[in-house]
């Protein structure tokens, strides 16, 4: 994805560690190891939500489900049942609809929005400057909090 030259300009330690992991051949797990940094794992949860909201505010919520879908599939994981049910939960409750997500497990959430946030990586990929704009935006929100 060629996040080599955006790393430093990233405001935060924790923006370099997300942006770092974007860039590795398996994102997802790679996010999911972060978790020895509070810091990370908070700007990860800002970083979901923020690229759930511009992907997704204003659009049909069958859309969601059709990203859900085709994310999964991606991952060679089943599109249906239980993982895509609780998938479409924790992206509709970045939405505003967080009562949705309030029975899926803290463990399963997690795993969830790494999934999400390292679809940003998957090919061709978002760009670099706009993946560095999204973490700047999680970077400030976590800032204003």
Known sequence: MGQSGT???AATAAGRLLLDA???EGPARSLSRLGSSPQAVRLLHELFTVAVRRS?????ARDVTGYIRDLLEYQALPVGGQLAR??????RSALG??????AIPALRRAEIICLVVGDLARPPGVPAD???ALVRQAEARVARS
């Open 130 to 132: 706009e993946l560095l």
């Open 97 to 102: 609809e967080p009562e949705l997500a309030y």
């Open 56 to 60: 997704f505010v204003g659009r049909d």
């Open 7 to 9: 790393l430093d300009r």
């Open 22 to 24: 974007l860039g590795e």
């Open 86 to 91: 609780q998938s479409e939960a924790v992206v």
